[in-house]
């Protein structure tokens, strides 16, 4: 028999099952090829091992007016003294434009609003690379971009090396020797320790981003073994996947000599005393990032200045950053699109797609501040919906009669069919940047396999049916559909979906699902509130459907990979144990979690690939997620700034924020702007009232 004459068969069968059952309703089918866009740019692969690596070198410099104004008026120890042993050197070879100057100032733009400096006991700062620019990770990802496939392990940083016990169980890590946090107080295994055992560990203490020990895998301890080794220890034999969640945002230790004595096992504070103990008025925080918090005024701006303490460094022996000082304007996420453009800020992701057409037109005009480049799509929209029966965030009568929902296939299937993803996608831009996306993972990974993901094209007329299926019928005719008498009163099937307030996207896509579900006769009200509010409602499992962007592992998959499934009791974005720490996995859920497991520890590439490719069948024909949209993003840059890589997505393992490697960018000489309001000026004692002269 011949391949076409097998296809023919197959179709025929299909049709003929689909009469037989006298089903009309859309078919699973291949998700369609997405559109090439215009204004893609091409990365520049490279070997790991290409970017960095940690020596001492002969000498070391820094910005003049450091030694002039800091060392030589014994203020500040001389800046050999002030780096590690064998500092990080980024490789001049990998350096975009090479080795740079110093001077000028990166304006960002952030939507968020700082809550506080304790990161460690959950406070977010702002988001927009604030964050990624304080904290230092063991590991590092947002750069692999750039790295060939096969050779991809995620960098090393505050962890300069790490080697695997014959069997695989233990890791032990080296340390960065004699590295400083910026008020010059050591680095060391010590606040490596405080960071796992009093925050990850502690129940009471949830750190941002999520870290739990699932995050390294269910029984996973860690020690030190002495100032600057720690060691691991897996019960499965060689995870390496955790090295990707020791970088950003899950591995970034706190400075403990400021944090541990807030604690309340070392103090007598409260654990929310503690979360709140080093407010965003507090200056001068110490960290391990380039730049140090030296300003804030609220609503306005939060300023940084150089970290004098900084242990990286390039192959000439200048101690990095080049630039002096940071900005985080405190606006909107929209506008700091329009500021990027017009060049009255420097950096934007530029990621709603409303905004498209207008930056798209600015940035070509000849004059143009800014350039913007296009990488592949890696931002989509999930309708997650509540997958726990079991009492995760303690749902009433009706949020449990939507659980159960949740968990029909029939009901799902209705909404994934009463979803006109065309529709949706107009409504956010027109032109060839969106697609459908089926859910799972996004189309511009390296991991993505489009003959393993399926969807049901729209159909509302099948949807209703497999609406009825679901037992669902609209018995007072009033265009929802009712529960059965006897399940939450028998009442209009009402929805409440959890969308961030923060951004126009998420708005525009929660109001075109309502209209789009209220055809299908299920009635979706918004909850919209702040990210933050959002994220804590969404942890905590207060929700019935919560419509997400997506999140890291699905654009990696190799970063937060235990996320991709519910593989542990608090793992899953959208189903967690209740407070008895069950977990009520459906079958495929179960046999998505176990395909996880198995990419986990598996060290062969092609059967990786080859479980990605099964996960990502079972994700989309059970309808995991109800996909919506995925469309490009692109970096916007001002033109004055040197270094940046060619090709960078904004969001691959981390956000562009971290993968252009900030701490490496400058200006030429000729092109500084005049930015700077601490001219001349570095980060004073902690708490104090911010920079010194
Ligand atoms: C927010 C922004 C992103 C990115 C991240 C960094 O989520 O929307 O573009 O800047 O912050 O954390």
Not at 152 to 169: F, M, V
Not at 172 to 185: V, Y
Request: include cysteine.
């Amino acid at each position: 028999m011949t391949n076409r004459y097998l296809v023919k068969t197959a179709a025929l069968l299909v049709g003929v099952s689909a009469l037989a059952y006298g089903a009309m309703a859309s078919e699973l089918t291949v998700v369609p090829q997405p559109p090439d866009f215009p204004a893609q740019t091409k990365v520049q692969y490279v070997d790991g091992s290409a970017i960095l690596e940690y020596k001492a070198l002969p000498e070391y410099h820094e910005p003049s007016w450091v030694t002039k104004q800091f060392v030589d008026q014994k203020k500040l120890p001389p800046v050999k003294d002030r780096l590690p042993k064998e500092p990080m050197v980024y490789k001049t070879g990998n350096m975009p434009d090479g080795v740079g100057v110093y001077g000028d100032t990166l304006r960002h733009v952030i939507g968020g609003r700082p809550e506080g400096w304790n990161y460690w006991a959950g406070q977010n700062q702002g988001w927009g690379g604030i964050d990624i620019g304080l904290f230092e990770c063991l590991t590092r990802t947002g750069p692999l971009f750039q790295v060939k496939a096969d050779d991809l392990q995620p960098l090393p940083n505050l962890a300069k090396s790490w080697e695997w016990s014959k069997d695989g169980h233990k890791l032990t890590m080296k340390l960065i020797e004699g590295a400083k946090w910026s008020d010059g107080q050591d680095f060391t295994s010590d606040d490596v320790m405080f960071y796992w055992d009093d925050n990850v560990l502690d129940p009471n203490v949830s750190p941002l981003n999520g870290a739990t020990q699932e995050t390294f895998g269910a029984g996973t301890t860690l020690k030190a073994i002495d100032k600057y080794t720690i060691e691991w220890t897996f019960k499965d034999a060689f995870p390496k996947q955790f090295i990707y969640n020791m970088a950003y945002g899950t591995f970034c230790p706190g400075p403990a000599h400021m944090l541990k004595p807030q604690h309340p096992k070392y103090s007598k504070n409260t654990y929310e005393q503690y979360k709140n103990a080093f407010p965003p008025s507090y200056m001068n925080f110490p960290v391990m990032g380039a730049w140090v918090p030296v300003e804030y005024r609220p609503d306005d701006i939060i300023v940084m200045r150089r970290n004098p303490y900084y242990w990286k460094v390039d192959e000439k022996g200048n101690q990095l950053p080049y630039l002096d000082e940071t900005h985080y304007k405190l606006s909107t996420w929209a506008d700091r699109d329009v500021q990027a453009v017009a060049g009255s800020g420097d950096i934007s992701n530029l990621e709603q797609p409303e905004n498209f057409v207008e930056s798209l037109k600015r940035s070509a005009q000849k004059d143009a501040p800014a350039r913007l480049a296009f990488g592949p799509r890696l931002i989509g929209y999930n309708i997650e919906m509540n997958f726990s029966a079991n009492g995760w965030g303690d749902p009433d009568a009706r949020q449990q009669a939507i659980r159960e929902l949740n968990r029909n296939e029939h009901f799902r299937r209705a909404i994934t069919m009463a979803t006109n993803r065309k529709e949706l996608g107009d409504s956010l831009v027109k032109g060839p940047f969106v697609a459908t996306y089926a859910g799972g993972i996004l189309s511009g990974s390296n991991f993505y396999d489009r003959q393993s993901t399926l969807y049901y094209p729209f159909d509302l007329e099948g949807a209703k049916k497999e609406l009825a299926a679901a037992g669902l019928k609209d018995t007072d005719g009033n265009g929802i559909v009712n529960f059965p008498a006897g399940t939450a009163g028998g009442k209009d099937v009402e929805i409440s979906m959890l969308v961030s307030n923060d951004y126009t996207t998420d708005k525009s896509l929660g109001e075109g699902v309502i209209a789009q579900m209220q055809k299908l006769g299920i009635r979706v009200v918004l909850n919209a509130q702040a990210s933050k509010d959002r994220d804590a409602a969404n942890f905590g499992g207060k929700f019935d459907w919560s419509l997400h962007r997506t999140q890291a592992e699905l654009a990696s998959v190799v970063q937060n990979t235990p996320q991709l499934a519910p593989t542990g009791p608090r793992t899953s974005w959208f189903h967690r144990a209740n407070n008895k720490n069950e977990l009520d996995l459906m079958p495929f859920e179960k046999e998505l979690a176990d395909t996880i497991n198995k990419f986990v520890i598996s060290s062969d590439p092609k059967e990786q690939a080859e479980l990605i490719k099964q996960y990502q069948k079972i994700y989309t024909t059970n309808v995991n997620t109800v996909g919506l949209v995925e469309y490009p993003g692109a970096l916007i840059i001002n033109k004055r700034f040197k270094n940046v890589p060619n090709g960078a997505p904004i969001y691959m393992f981390n956000w562009a924020e971290d993968s252009i490697i900030r701490e490496r960018l400058y200006v030429p000489a000729a092109d500084q702007g005049d930015y700077q309001l601490f001219k001349d000026m570095l980060p004073g004692k902690p708490g104090g009232d911010g920079p010194q002269k």
